[in-house]
């Protein structure tokens, strides 16, 4: 089955710093949509950034960086220069067809992490 | 232009009584996703709607339904209420590209309450 996994239940970072958060991913689906979503605690959940299978070079939006390694099936979210508005659950999602084939795309996320910045 | 909008943003029910939650996406984004979070199982998907038709499920009871009418707006119906539907309801929607890989924009979502 498609799989997102994020090992880091919570993070801490100094504001000012950067922090990577951490995203791997499973599929057989060669063309597949990886996404960040940051979900503060009012609960709405925001795009940040997104990555296609077959971009060449690492997305970026702002302060908001993907480092995209597709042999290792990694998308890790680069933060630079955290805010103290950046405190929030991030989450990382992929949009493919299911490994058992169907040409249906579905978003599968991951558990999320709890990034808190830190004065 | 205006967000997905949900509405209501809060709900009380008790078991047993249905809830209706509706959902209007961003203009022109014909997709509308449904998901369901909660702390134990984290955010699960529920169905997908494109152009009034289902064309993606997860794995939820039969209890839980929803439709999409030709505005594009949805609604997602859930009957027999149980506690274990006590949750944040998200609606998200999408243009939808061809690829399938089309970006999702979320709603504020519509937090229910089942007692």
């Known amino acids: 089955a498609q799989k997102i996994t994020q090992t880091q239940p919570g993070m801490f970072v100094q504001e000012k710093e950067a922090v990577t958060l951490d995203c791997t991913y499973d599929?057989?689906?060669?063309?597949?949509?990886l996404f960040w979503y940051k979900q503060p605690s009012s609960g709405e959940m925001i795009f940040l950034i997104y990555?296609?299978?077959?971009?060449?070079q690492n997305a970026t939006e702002g302060r908001y960086s993907l480092n995209f390694q597709k042999a290792r099936k990694s998308a890790n979210l680069v933060i630079s220069a955290s805010q103290l508005g950046d405190s929030a659950m991030y989450f990382c999602?992929?949009?493919?067809?299911?490994?058992?084939?169907?040409?249906?795309?579905?978003?599968?996320f991951g558990k999320g992490t709890l990034l808190t910045v830190n004065p | 232009k205006a967000g997905v909008t949900q509405t209501p943003r809060y709900l009380i029910k008790t078991r047993g009584q249905q809830v209706t939650l509706s959902c209007s996406p961003i203009s022109g984004h014909r997709s509308v996703s449904w998901y369901q979070q909660t702390p134990g199982q984290g955010l699960q998907f529920l169905f997908e709607?494109?152009?009034?038709?289902?064309?993606n499920k997860g794995n939820f009871p039969g209890r839980f339904s929803g439709r999409q009418f030709s505005n594009s707006r949805s609604e997602m119906n859930v009957s027999t209420l149980e506690l274990g539907d006590s949750a944040l309801y998200l609606c998200?929607?999408?243009?939808?590209?061809?690829?399938?890989?089309?970006?999702?924009?979320f709603g504020p979502g519509t937090r229910l309450t089942v007692l």
């Open positions: 709607y494109f152009s009034e038709t289902q064309r």
């Open positions: 599929t057989s689906d060669p063309s597949y949509g």
């Open positions: 998200a929607s999408s243009l939808p590209s061809s690829a399938g890989t089309d970006t999702q924009y």
């Open positions: 999602a992929m949009r493919a067809r299911p490994n058992s084939g169907g040409s249906n795309y579905k978003l599968t």
């Open positions: 990555q296609g299978s077959y971009d060449q």
